[in-house]
C-alpha cells in the first residue's frame, strides 16, 4: 500500500500496523477471522491499544517510541500520533478516495476552472490536503480544535500551507445550514460522518437522524454542475446500498453516475481487511 504503511496482520478483533518506523497492535472489530502470524510477532509491537468499556482507551508502551512522528503517504508528509481512542491521524482505507478525488479535481483544474470542495468531518486532513495540492479550493470542518490543528500542521509539514485552505472548527449540521443561508456553494463534497458525536458546543450527533438532515443542505450547496459527492460511513449496515438511499432522499441523483463498494485495506499476507463502506457520485456534466 505504502513503504511507510502496512498491515503486517489481522485476526482475533486486532490488526498489527507498521507506520513508518513504528510496529503497532490495535483493535479491528471487523476481524473475525484467525491470525496468521506467531504470537511472538504480535508481542514485537511497540504499543498496544487498549480499549475502556467506558469507552476510550489508553496505550501500552512496550518500547521508547516519540510522542509524534512522519510518514510519507500519497504525496502528503503525515504526523503520526496515538490518542487515547487508538487513533493514530490516519484512515488508511481511504487512500483510493483520495486517490480518486485527485484525479477528477485536476481534470477539472486543467479546464481552467478551480473547484471549491467541503470536507466535513474532515479530521487530519489528507483529503483536504489531496483536494487542495490538485488545485482545489478547500473548507475544511470538524468539531474538534485539536484535530483541526492536527490538519494545520500536515497542511505545513506538506509544504501546502499556503494553499486555499479555510480550517474551520464547528458542528458539521450547525455549519452546513449557516452556509446555505449564506448562499454559498461547492462543486464537490466529502462526507465521513461517525456513528455518534459531539459538536463544539457539545451537540448530540446520531447518524440515523442527523446525516439525512446534513444531507438536505448539502444538497442545497452543490453548484448546478457538481464535480462529486463522496460519502463514506464506518458505521456497521450503512452500506453502499444504505448510504444511495439516504443521499437519494436529499439529492436528484439522475444528474450523477453511483459507483459504492467496501474500503479495504490489503494486508502484507494478501489478505484484505474490510474497513466501512463509500458511495461516490459523480456528476454528469
Known sequence: MSAEYEILDSGDGRKLERIGPHLLDRQAPQAFWTKRLPETAWREADAVHHRS???GGHWEFRKEIPATWTISLEGLTVQMKPTPFGHV???AEQTAQWRWMRERIAARV???????VLNLFAYTGLASLTAAAAGADVCHVDASKSVVDWARENAKLSGLEDRPVRWIVDDCLAFAGRDVRRGRKYDAIVLDPPTYGRGTRKEAWRIETDLPR?????AQLLTADPLFIVLSCHTPGWTPIALENVLGDAVDLSGFELDGGEMSIPQKDQRILPSGYVLRAVGRG
Open 214 to 218: 446534513l444531507l438536505r443542505s448539502c
Open 53 to 55: 468499556e467506558k469507552g
Open 89 to 91: 491521524g490516519l484512515f
Open 110 to 116: 486543467a479546464t481552467g476552472a478551480t473547484p471549491r
